[in-house]
């Protein structure tokens, strides 16, 4: 990958073979990381939707009568 100057910052154009792993296309957001001293790892970003589906899929039950009171919970 070729990295190059852009206003500010850096970019860097992402191979085709990962924009057609990843379905990515024009202005879609990704996340990047560092997968080792000299590796990157770019993943495609979840939507808020998608964030929320899979708190679902992960996320217990809670406790029978519990209720969150938003201003207890920030009572400093």
Do not use: C, Y
């Amino acid at each position: 990958m070729k990295v190059t100057k852009t206003g500010d910052g850096l970019a860097v154009a992402i191979p085709d073979w990962v924009v057609e792993t990843l379905g990515l296309k024009e202005g879609d957001e990704v996340d990047v990381s560092l997968a080792g001293l000299h590796a990157l790892e770019v993943d495609r970003k979840m939507t808020r939707e998608q964030a929320i589906e899979r708190l679902k899929q992960i996320s217990q039950p809670l406790p029978a009568g519990f209720k969150f009171d938003r201003l207890e919970a920030n009572d400093r």
